[in-house]
């Protein structure tokens, strides 16, 4: 069974950055195929993808948040932390992590997709 | 920057067909999925790859994907779907993008 948990303090000032980790169990990271990814989701609002590392660390980041964002993962931890910097209420939000389906699917397209979910961590960014 | 709408909610009578909508240019060259998501609760995939279903998840569950339009479709709808429901794609530039999401409301 695969079980993901995130982590990490649930309030932080403007400005500071935030570490958060995902720890996870019923895989490993050390082998081919397997990535982990963070997702957030504002109070009230939609779902917005954040990072991806895969079993090889190769990252991948959001275009929009790269320059704050750095995903690392320790495999002997079952691990896999996100730090963001220069935090602010906008990133108010609950974080979670899951893991990431990728490959080919039909007709040969990129697949990428999430299963399971974290249950999903709710971070507060006030002074 | 690769856009997914989606219509923002849909009622429908238990025992009825739900049809979920999401748009986006050419989506139909792209590989779409769909999550369920619960008041409270962290997202579930219900549909994967356009059609495919993950074990556990009901027949009625079912997902088509053509032209700027992909589909869920909730068959023999009960008072357990009400949710949000998100589509996702895969794209080159944006790695992954979300939908808006659609609230379904069983009336």
């Known amino acids: 069974q695969v079980t993901l948990r995130e982590s990490g303090p649930a309030l932080v000032k403007p400005t500071q950055t935030l570490t958060l980790t995902c720890t996870f169990s019923g895989f490993s990271l050390s082998t081919s195929g397997m990535c982990v990814s963070w997702i957030r989701q504002p109070p009230g609002k939609a779902l917005e993808w954040l990072a991806r590392?895969?079993?090889?660390?190769?990252?991948k980041y959001s275009t929009s948040l790269k320059t704050r964002l750095t995903i690392s993962k320790d495999t002997s931890k079952n691990q896999v932390v996100l730090r963001m910097t220069n935090m602010d209420p906008v990133d108010t939000a609950t974080y979670y992590c899951?893991?990431?389906?990728?490959?080919?699917?039909?007709?040969?397209?990129?697949?990428?997709?999430?299963?399971?979910w974290g249950q999903g961590t709710l971070v507060t960014v006030s002074s | 920057s690769y856009v997914v709408t989606q219509t923002p909610s849909v009622s429908v009578a238990p025992g009825q067909t739900a049809r979920l909508s999401c748009g986006g240019i050419?989506?139909?060259?792209?590989?779409v999925h769909w999550y369920q998501q619960k008041p409270g609760q962290a997202p579930v995939v219900v549909v994967y790859d356009d059609s495919d279903r993950p074990s556990g998840i009901p027949e009625r569950f079912s997902g088509s994907n053509s032209g700027n339009t992909a589909t869920l479709t909730i068959s023999r709808v009960e008072a357990g779907d009400e949710a949000d429901y998100y589509c996702?794609?895969?794209?080159?530039?944006?790695?992954?993008?979300f939908g808006t999401g659609t609230k379904v409301t069983v009336v």
């Open positions: 050419n989506i139909e060259s792209k590989s």
């Open positions: 590392i895969d079993w090889d660390d190769d990252k």
């Open positions: 899951a893991r990431t389906h990728y490959g080919s699917g039909k007709k040969n397209r990129r697949l990428n997709w999430f299963d399971p």
């Open positions: 996702q794609v895969w794209d080159p530039i944006e790695y992954n993008v």
